[in-house]
C-alpha cells in the first residue's frame, strides 16, 4: 500500500519563475493538505483541498495556489517565486473527518535562485 | 494568538539515557495534540497523540501526557537509542483540520 507520494524530490527555480509540485494521497485518503517547512522550522499550513475545492487556508499570498482532480491528486502551484520560498513543501493526505491522523510524504525541496 | 513552544535543541543524550522534550501550546477550546517526528530526508511520521485533557498517547517507548491545567504536552521516553536521532516536533489540531506546529527539537543520541 503506497503512502503519501510527491514529486519531484528536489526542484531548483529562479527568482521570478513560477513551480508546480505534485502529490499523490495514500489510498483511501479523500483530502490533501499542503505544508511549507523552512530551513530548520516546523511545518506551516498552506491550504487544504476537499472534493476538488480549497477548504481552508493559512496565512500565504495568492501566488500559493492549487488544485484537487477527481482521483483526490493534488498540485501546488507557486508563481513569481521569491527567494523566500525556499523550503521543503510537504503534502499530507487524511480522510476528512476530526480523529483522521495525517500521512505526511517525503516532500518536495526547492530551492529559488 | 494560537502557537506551539518547544525546548530548543539540540538536545545530545548518551545511549539509554531519559529523554524529556517540553511542549507548551496557546490555543482556544480543547485541541488534540501530537508528536511528530522527522528522519533525516523523509517527511514526518505520526508518533503519538491524544485527543481529550489526561490522555496519555504512547508508541515505541514514547510517552506524552495531555495536561490541560498547564497547557503543556512533554514527551518522554525512559531509555533512548541511537537510531532515535531525528527532529521532533509537537503539534496541535483544532476544528480547522490545520496542525499548527512548533519549530522542532533535534534529538542526538549517541552511542
Known amino acids: 500500500d503506497a503512502g503519501v507520494t510527491q514529486s519531484p524530490t528536489h526542484l531548483i527555480k529562479t527568482r521570478g519563475q513560477q513551480v508546480t509540485l505534485r502529490c499523490s494521497p495514500k489510498?483511501?485518503?479523500?483530502?490533501v493538505s499542503w505544508y511549507q517547512q523552512a530551513l530548520g522550522q516546523g511545518p506551516q499550513f498552506i491550504f487544504q483541498?476537499?472534493?476538488?475545492?480549497?477548504?481552508q487556508r493559512g496565512n500565504f499570498p495568492d501566488r500559493f495556489s492549487g488544485h484537487q482532480f477527481p482521483n483526490y491528486s493534488s498540485e501546488l502551484n507557486v508563481n513569481a517565486l521569491l527567494l523566500g520560498d525556499s523550503a521543503l513543501y510537504l503534502c499530507a493526505s487524511s480522510l476528512l473527518g476530526v480523529n483522521s491522523p495525517l500521512h505526511f510524504g517525503n516532500g518536495t525541496r526547492l530551492t529559488v535562485t | 494568538g494560537n502557537s506551539v513552544t518547544q525546548m530548543e535543541g539540540p538536545v545530545t543524550l548518551s545511549e539509554e539515557a531519559f529523554l524529556t522534550i517540553n511542549c507548551t501550546y496557546t490555543?482556544?477550546?480543547?485541541?488534540?495534540l501530537f508528536w511528530y517526528v522527522q528522519y533525516p530526508g523523509e517527511g514526518l511520521q505520526l508518533l503519538l497523540k491524544a485527543t481529550k485533557a489526561d490522555d496519555k498517547g504512547s508508541n515505541k517507548g514514547f510517552e506524552a501526557t495531555y495536561r490541560k491545567e498547564t497547557t503543556s504536552f512533554h514527551l518522554e521516553k525512559g531509555s533512548v537509542q541511537v537510531s532515535d536521532s531525528a527532529v521532533y516536533f509537537c503539534?496541535?489540531?483544532?476544528?480547522?483540520?490545520?496542525?499548527?506546529f512548533g519549530s522542532g527539537t533535534r534529538l542526538q543520541v549517541q552511542p
Open positions: 490555543a482556544t477550546g480543547y485541541p488534540s
Open positions: 483541498y476537499y472534493e476538488e475545492e480549497e477548504r
Open positions: 489510498s483511501g485518503h479523500d483530502t
Open positions: 503539534a496541535y489540531l483544532t476544528g480547522r483540520r490545520a496542525l499548527t
